[in-house]
């Protein structure tokens, strides 16, 4: 018997289960061998979630939404432009999304026919869809690497477009910004690329000991996932830290005279790499994107009264 629910939330549900299902069908066309047999089931779970669906608020949506569409003409085009390391990625973002939102809803409906249903859809999201997912990702990609150039850029950008606005605010000259922010952004990427070398090494180093011990009792070993290398992933996240750093760098390198082009440009980037992040890692992509927004905002403000404290209590001038 259909439900009365908010009519809001109903669509919301509907529209991203076809959402998703519209995406398994166009990846499954660019993909083939054992991914597109995961995708076929892949879309017979989603058929039969959003026909439930459908069933249980009494309202038949067969099109999505312009922001739906838009996004998912986005994910096509990236999958198609990077292949097969991009359709798994997308995947595991959906499942870990669709994981999320449902245990929310979940959280909030408990006792309420809609909670009763979205028992009935967890239990598909972890016993069907996370294993057909896990079997398509299994040792094709490395996450941790993902996000440690994501995560390396956005400390980059942040970090580094603070710097040039306290430097324009003191010095007030392109060329002294330039070199200043250029060794400040080599120092911080050297900084964490080393960083990260000592705190994985030293978690390999605890890691290892732990199974000596393990072996030493006689107790069973544990199978371990992916490891991560320490100077691999070293050299990952100083990369993608220097990488980051460079956005605010350029303009000043191109004749910026102040730090409002700087400005502009991190934050244009910042958007885009907190669109990313948030979709990797299941988070609201809203949320990262005025989380990180606000943190520039601060960082700017912050060293540009630095640097205009420094030029009028001990006279810096260039």
């Excluded at 080599?186 to 890691?207: D, F, N, R």
């Excluded at 000596?212 to 996932?225: I, P, S, W, Y």
């Excluded at 502009?264 to 005025?290: E, W």
Aim: include cysteine; glycine fraction near 6%.
């Amino acid at each position: 018997m259909p439900q009365q629910h908010d009519p809001r939330l109903a669509r919301q549900l509907i529209l991203d289960e076809l959402f998703d299902l519209s995406l398994y069908k166009a990846l499954r066309e660019i993909i083939d061998g054992k991914s597109r047999k995961v995708l076929d089931e892949l879309v017979l779970v989603e058929t039969q979630h959003l026909a439930f669906w459908q069933k249980f608020f009494d309202l038949k949506l067969t099109a999505l939404d312009l922001p739906r569409r838009l996004k998912l003409q986005c994910m096509i085009l990236l999958c198609r432009l990077f292949g097969s390391t991009a359709v798994h990625l997308v995947l595991e973002a959906i499942e870990v999304h669709g994981v999320r939102k449902y245990l929310s809803l979940w959280k909030s409906y408990q006792g309420q026919p809609l909670g009763h249903a979205l028992e009935d859809i967890l239990l598909d999201e972890f016993k069907h869809e996370d294993v057909l997912v896990t079997q398509l990702t299994e040792r094709k990609i490395n996450p941790e690497k993902i996000r440690n150039i994501f995560l390396g850029m956005n400390d980059g950008l942040v970090e580094i477009l603070g710097a040039v606005s306290g430097f324009f605010a003191a010095f007030g000259d392109a060329a002294t910004v330039l070199i200043a922010a250029s060794t400040t952004a080599v120092a911080g990427s050297l900084s964490m690329g080393a960083g990260i070398y000592v705190a994985i090494s030293s978690e390999k180093e605890v890691q290892q000991t732990e199974s000596d011990r393990q072996q030493f009792l006689k107790a069973e070993t544990v199978v371990a996932g992916m490891e991560e290398q320490p100077l691999a992933s070293a050299l990952v996240v100083g990369g993608s830290y220097i990488a980051g750093a460079m956005v605010p760098v350029l303009p000043v390198l191109f004749g910026a005279k102040d730090a409002l082009p700087s400005l502009l440009t991190a934050g244009s980037m910042i958007i885009l790499v907190s669109m990313v992040l948030a979709f990797l890692s299941g988070m609201d992509i809203k949320k990262r994107i005025l989380t990180n927004l606000v943190i520039i905002a601060c960082a700017v403000a912050i060293t540009y009264a630095i640097g205009l404290a420094a030029k009028a209590l001990w006279g810096v001038v260039v």
